[in-house]
């Protein structure tokens, strides 16, 4: 038999008087209270709702950073993200006595730690808030949560989840036909997923990188809070994974790629030949050696829309690519050719804007002598690549993408390009790099 709660927070309850509408809870995952303070404040510019001092904003600056965020916001719901897992009281009693109207617990910590989580909450006037990140059960945890007396459940996919297509959606779903209190979401919401939570049934949207992140935090608010208030008009694009994954890549930078895999993945000494083209597919792989072009030609016609041909050649004086193999590349619409080595007929290759790169470009062509290997796992620019690795190459170089990860470093670059996108704007308002980044008080000691 179910258990239902005497007391059931309503949609006017959690708007705190206001009309009926979901709330849009901002997650300040940031390291910095100053900078938080500022983008919660265009964050509710923009019509959020409710303050999230994140979890690492409350590992950076302790509790020190909910006291700053109330003072700047005392009429304000703030939420303390401190994830508690043990000691549940003292954290709660911390968090409530710092300024935080509702303090978020794990909601797989044991069940000892949640019931005296809720019970300081009570005695505090504070509310609690289950977070189900990697709960192994969410569904039945959440009805359990809710019998031990929480006040709201959130529904999260954390980011390393995310990175790797995690879906806090299809759980929510099910969660909320399970239980009678609030159920928030989060976990990489955009306007399109904030829109798909709100017609399932949430009630609170919890939005981090997609605002905070952002150039322009009040217009991505704004565009958050049409979104979640006119769900049905919100355009879903229903692309599939690949497409997705082209299109992450296409707006992002080598470099976002990069850091994005820990600094690892860029080729050496790969240069592009048509300057201001950008690459982005999946390899079609060459062994050859010092100019013999046979299997460099061949692999045009095994290679197809949206692939890159990409060749060892071994040797930087003799080419075993030129204008007219490009020429052939642009009847099978083939994104892009990668050449551990050099190419000839640079003049034709770059009236024709196909996305060539190599270490360099000569007059000498070698012979068809039809030595080496197609779509077998080669090193390219001191890279291994292998048939249908993802191949990205701009004016900073080419970077190879393990095709088993694509989707998940596709996203961490999109998350480190936000990032650069907010940093850029706080230098244009007229800081430096290093005062933004505060990098002495995070030097290695």
């Given amino acids: 038999m179910r258990f239902i709660r005497s007391k059931v927070f309503s949609s006017t309850e959690i708007n705190e008087g206001d009309h009926i509408r979901p709330i849009i809870q ?43 965020l109330k003072a700047a916001f005392p009429g304000r719901t703030l939420v303390a993200d401190m994830k508690i897992a043990d000691t549940g009281a003292m954290e709660v009693e ?40 990697s709960s192994p059960e969410p569904v039945s945890r959440s009805k359990e949560l809710e019998y031990m007396g929480v006040d709201y459940i959130n529904v999260h996919a954390g980011i390393d989840q995310q990175m790797t297509g995690r879906d806090s959606l299809t759980i929510m779903k099910e969660v909320i036909k399970e239980v009678d209190i609030p159920v928030a979401v989060a976990g990489g919401l955009d306007s399109v997923s904030c829109a798909q939570a709100v017609t399932a049934g949430a009630q ?25 208030d006119a769900p049905s008009a919100v355009f879903h694009s229903g692309k599939s994974r690949d497409n997705e994954i082209r299109d992450i890549f296409l707006s992002v930078s080598t470099p976002n790629i990069s850091d994005a895999m820990h600094r690892k993945g860029a080729m050496q000494n790969i240069f592009s030949q048509v300057p201001g083209r950008k690459m982005v597919g999946t390899a079609v792989t060459v062994q050859t ?68 790169f190599a270490t360099c470009h000569v007059p000498n062509a070698g012979e068809p002598k039809g030595f080496g290997e197609i779509n077998s796992e080669i090193v ?3 890279q291994t690549v292998r048939p249908g690795d993802y191949i990205v190459g701009d004016d900073n170089g080419v ?47």
């Fill in 289 to 356: 050696f010092r100019g013999d072009w046979a299997k460099p030609v061949e692999a045009i016609d095994v290679a197809g829309k949206n692939d890159v041909i990409v060749i060892y050649n071994g040797s930087s004086h003799v080419a075993p690519w030129g204008g007219l193999a490009t020429q052939s590349c642009l009847n099978k619409e083939i994104a892009g050719v990668v050449v551990d080595g050099a190419v000839r007929d640079i003049e034709d290759i770059r009236s024709m804007d196909l996305p060539v």
């Fill in 399 to 445: 970077v190879v993408i393990p095709r088993e990860r694509a989707y998940e470093i596709a996203r961490r670059a999109k998350e480190v390009e936000k990032t650069e996108q907010r940093l850029s704007e706080e230098i244009r308002r007229g800081a430096t790099l290093s005062e933004v980044m505060k990098l002495k008080k995070w030097e290695k000691h």
């Fill in 26 to 68: 901002v997650a300040l995952d940031i390291l910095e209270t100053d900078r938080a303070i500022q983008i919660a404040a265009e964050a509710l510019e923009g019509g959020a709702d409710w303050i999230e001092a994140g979890t690492p904003l409350i590992k950076s600056e302790g509790m020190d950073s909910i006291r700053r």
């Fill in 380 to 382: 390219c620019g001191n």
């Fill in 204 to 228: 609170i949207v919890i939005v981090g990188g997609n605002i905070v992140r952002s150039s322009d935090v009040t217009a991505s608010a704004r565009f958050i809070r049409s979104s979640v």
């Fill in 94 to 133: 911390m968090a409530a006595k710092a300024g935080a109207d509702i303090i978020v617990i794990l909601g797989s910590a044991d069940d000892s730690t949640v019931l005296e989580a809720v019970r300081a909450a009570k005695k505090y006037g504070a509310r609690v808030m289950a977070d189900l990140i």
